[in-house]
């Protein structure tokens, strides 16, 4: 008896069929697949630039669905906002302007300043006056000299004994003051003295001198200002 064996093929093939659509198990696309979905991509990508980035970025929208979505705000506030930004270096720029003309208007302040020559010379006004006067001082006593003047107005003075020493209060009395308010600039005991003063306020202006000696003393005083004399 004989027996004949079969050998049976289980191994699985795959080919390519007639259409292309597959060869070893992997998908295969024809050209005018491809063809197709790229058109369809561009058509796609054509109506989101139409109807999403036109509205949204340049407030163009042809469709009106732009509005209707709300993109066309989008473009706008970004405008807003660029314009603000000009608007804000526009001031700037004129806050700069401004703080350049309030610096050349001090520099135009200091440039007119006066010199000293001309304050010399402005002190030299037809108010200004010079004298000097002899003052006894009774022995044992107290004597004061008096000078009326304004507000700011400059004083030169010099004054001397022949030697005694004299006890002295240079001082100033507020013009209308009834409290008996008094403000000293100077106070010491000597035989001579020279200097200037600029009146801090109206009023009168002057020395208190005090002989402590059995003998009167004679006090020279020379004085250039604007004033008048009290005595």
């Given at each position: 008896?004989t027996?004949?064996?079969?050998n049976?093929?289980?191994?699985t093939?795959?080919?390519?069929?007639?259409?292309?659509e597959?060869v070893?198990?992997?998908?295969?696309?024809?050209t005018?697949?491809?063809?197709k979905?790229?058109?369809?991509?561009?058509v796609i990508a054509?109506?989101?630039?139409?109807t999403?980035?036109l509205?949204a970025?340049?407030n163009?929208?042809?469709?009106?669905?732009?509005q209707f979505s709300?993109?066309t705000?989008l473009?706008?506030t970004?405008?807003l906002?660029?314009?603000s930004?000009?608007?804000?270096?526009i001031?700037?720029?004129?806050a700069?302007?401004?703080?350049?003309?309030?610096?050349?208007s001090?520099?135009?302040t200091?440039?007119?300043?006066?010199?000293?020559?001309e304050?010399a010379?402005r002190?030299?006004t037809p108010g200004?006056?010079s004298d000097t006067?002899k003052i006894?001082?009774?022995?044992?006593?107290?004597?004061?000299?008096?000078?009326?003047m304004?507000e700011?107005v400059?004083?030169?003075?010099?004054?001397?004994?022949?030697?005694?020493a004299l006890y002295?209060?240079?001082?100033g009395e507020p013009?209308g003051?009834?409290?008996?308010?008094?403000?000293?600039f100077?106070?010491?005991t000597?035989?001579?003295?020279k200097?200037?003063?600029?009146?801090?306020?109206a009023?009168?202006h002057g020395?208190y001198?005090?002989?402590?000696?059995n003998?009167?003393?004679t006090?020279?005083?020379?004085?250039?200002?604007?004033?008048?004399?009290?005595g």
């Open positions: 008896m027996t004949s064996n079969k049976t093929d289980t191994s093939r795959t080919d390519t069929n007639a259409s292309g597959r070893n198990g992997i998908p295969v696309h024809s005018a697949t491809l063809v979905a790229s058109i369809g991509a561009s054509a109506v989101v630039f139409v999403a980035i509205p970025e340049y163009i929208d042809p469709t009106g669905f732009g709300g993109l705000k473009s706008q970004a405008a906002a660029d314009g930004v000009i608007s804000t270096n001031d700037t720029s004129t700069q302007k401004r703080e350049t003309v309030i610096a050349f001090q520099d135009a200091l440039a007119n300043a006066p010199s000293v020559a304050i010379q002190r030299q200004v006056r006067v006894d001082i009774p022995a044992g006593k107290g004597l004061e000299y008096k000078l009326l304004d700011s400059h004083l030169e003075y010099e004054w001397s004994t022949e030697g005694e002295f209060d240079f001082h013009k003051d009834t409290t008996g308010y008094f403000e000293s100077s106070i010491t000597s035989n001579t003295m200097g200037s003063l600029t009146t801090p306020f009023g009168s020395w001198w005090k002989n402590k000696t003998s009167p003393i006090v020279t005083l020379s004085t250039k200002g604007d004033y008048q004399i009290k």
